[in-house]
């Protein structure tokens, strides 16, 4: 997500193709947070609304088709990147907007967290997740030490598609989670193994994609029900070409 700041009056003299733009960025910034695709498009129509705009939305998790008058704007929405503070700031500001016109409001397209913050959450969603399915304190450790090697490790810096991206972290995790056995500690691989998977599992994914069916958004929903099947299939081929390597070993 773009790392931009962007100062808007709203007042009786804006111009409403800035609207119309302002309210796309916000839409399509909410998806790439991980907001369902009815919320952005709820978003931009009461944006627009609140301005006396009429504005015909279509969205997807992969692309926004909005029409204000003459004005027809396309978003091709790259890659997302879930972050629930951001979007919960997003839903505050469009409220701000429809009801708050006559003020300067400061857009901040994207918080940047501290890496340091970033890590230790890694190491605690991960050892978390090994502990919850049964691994002990050492498997633990190792599923965080792991969790990070895959979160920042260089290949990252290439944009992958989907399925390869979770097939390449998988079979990462995977073949590190073995080596301490086969370097001679006791750990257990499997547990490893779950607790570093556990990061790529597109769980909002799937909920957001379930939440878009039943709001009647059938395309939206089956995409991103088909986004996590690939997802899923991706972690599972990169896990079992691990685990192949080293049984055959």
Do not use: W
Request: hydrophobic share 45%; with cysteine.
């Amino acid at each position: 997500m773009k790392k931009t700041k962007i100062n808007k009056y709203f007042g009786d003299l804006m111009k409403s193709d800035e609207i119309f733009s302002l309210s796309l960025d916000i839409g399509e910034s909410i998806i790439k947070c991980g907001g369902e695709v009815h919320r952005a498009e709820d978003t931009i129509k009461r944006i627009n609304r609140a301005y006396g705009n009429s504005c015909n939305v279509f969205a997807i998790p992969s692309l926004i088709i909005a029409q204000s008058g003459d004005n027809i704007q396309i978003r091709k929405i790259e890659a997302e990147e879930l972050d629930m503070t951001e979007l919960a700031r997003l839903n505050e500001l469009s409220r701000r907007l429809c009801y708050e016109k006559n003020e300067e409001i400061n857009i901040t397209r994207k918080k940047v967290y501290p890496k340091a913050l970033e890590a230790f959450c890694v190491c605690v969603a991960t050892s978390a997740f090994c502990i919850f399915f049964k691994g002990s304190i050492i498997d633990a450790v190792f599923s965080a030490i792991i969790g990070l090697i895959i979160t920042y490790s260089p290949h990252k810096k290439i944009s992958f598609p989907l399925f390869s991206a979770n097939l390449i972290d998988a079979f990462i995790a995977g073949i590190l989670a073995y080596l301490p056995s086969v370097l001679g500690a006791d750990v257990k691989p499997d547990k490893i193994i779950i607790g570093t998977i556990m990061l790529l599992v597109p769980g909002l994914t799937i909920v957001n994609a379930m939440r878009d069916m039943m709001n009647g958004d059938l395309v939206a929903g089956l995409f991103g029900l088909f986004n996590s099947i690939i997802s899923a299939l991706g972690i599972a081929l990169g896990v079992a070409g691990a685990i192949l390597i080293f049984t055959k070993v």
